[in-house]
């Protein structure tokens, strides 16, 4: 019996190792199992963050597109309004009177001369040809030029030509002008 007893006693043994073990083995299984699910939703959590960050940002993107594209839009509806507003406006010059016109060529005779002393040749378009003849006397009548109205002075060595056109000076009006125009009309 002796040996029976021994026997009972490393049973005993090995079944309480046995269940030990069991239950370590689980012990360390829903612990692994935890760890598993608590970076998992870590993960999740951080994923979830980098993609609403990430939608945000496209979305933003999108948006300062969209207004860029509205105020590119913006911008090109008025520079066509102001072109349209210059051109009316040199549309209207043609239908000065010839006192009127004859007053405007004085003025920019005037200042021509101021930026060119020298000036020894005039050009103008036809209408203006015998307008600047009168007005300028000292002035020889180079030629005739394609423009609604105005005058070019060129130096006697032909090098230098200032142009008072009212295409040139509507042009330049418009550039310096620009901004505040824009602003004013719109």
Do not use: P, W
């Amino acid at each position: 019996m002796g040996l029976e007893k021994v026997i009972q006693e490393i049973k005993e043994q090995t079944e309480n190792e046995c269940k030990n073990i069991l239950k370590q083995a689980s012990e360390t299984r829903q612990h692994i199992i935890q760890e598993a699910n608590a970076q998992a939703e870590q993960f999740k959590q951080q994923a979830s963050k980098e993609s609403d960050l990430l939608a945000e940002e496209i979305k933003n993107k999108e948006l300062s597109q969209h207004r860029l594209e509205q105020n590119k839009k913006i911008m090109e509806t008025k520079s066509k309004a102001v072109q349209e507003i210059f051109q009316t406006a040199l549309e209207k010059t043609k239908t000065l009177s010839e006192n009127q016109r004859k007053q405007l060529l004085k003025k920019l005779l005037e200042k021509g001369l101021k930026e060119l002393e020298n000036a020894k040749y005039v050009y103008t378009n036809k209408q203006d040809t015998k307008l600047v003849q009168e007005l300028a006397k000292q002035l020889k009548h180079a030629g005739e030029i394609q423009c609604t109205s105005g005058i070019v002075l060129e130096n006697a060595d032909k090098t230098i030509k200032v142009n008072y056109t009212f295409e040139v000076l509507f042009e330049k009006t418009k550039e310096e002008n620009l901004h505040e125009i824009s602003n004013d009309a719109f």
